[in-house]
Structure formats: C-alpha cells, structure tokens
C-alpha cells in the first residue's frame, strides 16, 4: 500500500491504515458521523442487479479496512434496502440501527439475532402492527415520523438514549442521501474500485433527489492511499 497523500500529518502502511483513529468530539445532539462506502469507479455500489449485496466491489484489503471502521464505531446504521440485500453481519459489541418507513425488514436475521439488546429500528407510524410486534422482539423499535424517518430524532436517541459518540452509516445510496441533505455525514470514507459497471437503474454512492445548486456539499480531502489501483479515501464535510 501507499500513502499519496495525508493531510493528518501521518503516514499509514495496510497495517495501520484506519486503526485506532481519532475523531473530533461527538456533537451534544447526535454522534459524529462517519460513511463508509465502495464503489466502482462510476460510483455503483452492486456489481449485480438491483437490490444485490456488494460483494465482489472491493479488494480484501477493503474488506479489513470496513472492519477497522467498525472497531472505531459504537454504532452502525444503514438502510432498509440494505438490510433486505442480506449478508449483513456485526461484531455482536456494535448497536446496529436500520432505517424503514414502511417496516419491511426481516425479523429473523442475523443484524437482529446477532445482537438483540444493541438493535434499533427506526421507523415511522406507517408500519404494520403485525411488522411491530414481529421486530419488538428482536429490537428497540424507536417511531421517528409519520411518513419518514426524521433522521436528526434518530441520531438525538442514538446520542441522548444510549450515549453513543461515533456512528458509522454503511449506506446504500438512499439513506446515504437522507443523511447528506440532513447535515448529518461529517466524515466519508470512500473505496474505489478500479471498475465499470455502468446501468442507469444501478445504485450509487449517493441517490435521493439531489440537492440544489446552493446546498451542495464540499468536502475536503484528508488522506490518499493505494493498493494495486483501489484509492481509499477520506474526505471530511468542509464548514
Ligand atoms: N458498496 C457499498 O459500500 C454498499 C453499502 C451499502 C449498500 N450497498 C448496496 O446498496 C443497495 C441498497 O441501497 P439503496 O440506495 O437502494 O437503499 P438503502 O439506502 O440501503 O435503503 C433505502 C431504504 O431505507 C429506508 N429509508 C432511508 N432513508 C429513510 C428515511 N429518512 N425515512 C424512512 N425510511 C428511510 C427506506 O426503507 P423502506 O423501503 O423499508 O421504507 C428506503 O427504501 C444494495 O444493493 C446494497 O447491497 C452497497
């Protein structure tokens, strides 16, 4: 591996990349934030069909770096798309949080049955009480909405309930713009791989509406390293 660049004044080989990190102190109203994605060099996060798992994107090395991440997270929260992609697995000390407006998720999955004191279901009143009573048993069900997921409540409960400092959001590209346009992402931990997959209909990093012209978001480039073509980025929200 090598380091093109780092802004942090320090200089990572594999062994140490994203080990141990420091990060500035949490907010008092929500944990500070860091996203972890890969993608492709057109910015697809499946290599398959809509609605697939990542898996085949990133290299090993990848793989170890989320790992890393994690070990630096109290807590993880993705989407329910993600969820429903499947192969989602935990270390069982991490709270894992999903976000659904409909409820949709599986009661009988691993995120769950890994964890069920350290799992959280953010959602709104549109879920089913059947759906309600199927996922009380396996996690914090928290009502965030009527019909979405205000997702500043969320990470205020993540913050003020259950003291949690660090939140890693590992996507998919939908909740990852909910996130974005809240002003919720304070740090972005991007993966490049070097490929092509092209599709129109094919998730990216980031999906939702788009923000306009006068709210996009600048980032500022912190660190650069390389293995065999795969760039692992890290960028943090300017401002
Ligand atoms: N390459 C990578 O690093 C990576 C990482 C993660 C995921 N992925 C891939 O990305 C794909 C999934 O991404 P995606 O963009 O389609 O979906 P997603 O962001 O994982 O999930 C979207 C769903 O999350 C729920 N949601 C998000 N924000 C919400 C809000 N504010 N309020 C209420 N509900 C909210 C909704 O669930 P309901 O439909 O239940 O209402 C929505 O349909 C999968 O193929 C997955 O494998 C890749």
Redesign the pocket.
Known sequence: MRCLLDLTGENHSEETLYRQMQFPPAPTDRPYVFL????TLDGK??L?E?????MG??SSIDKELMKRLQDNAQAVI????????GHITYPSSLWRAV???????PADCRFFAEAPDRAVV???ERMSEEQRNALQDVAHVVVC?AD????SLALAFLRRQLGIERLLC???????F?MFAAGLIDEWFLTLAPKVKGGRHI?T?V?GMGLPRERVVQMQLLSVYEHEGELYLRYRRQG
């Open positions: 972890n994605m890969v993608s996060i499946t398959g809509v609605g697939d798992t990542a994107l990133g993705i989407g329910a798309s993600t969820l429903r992609a976000v659904t407006a409909s409820g949709n998720v953010f959602t709104t909405g979405r997921v205000n997702l590992e996507g998919g590209g939908e909740l990852n909910e998730p990093t999906e």
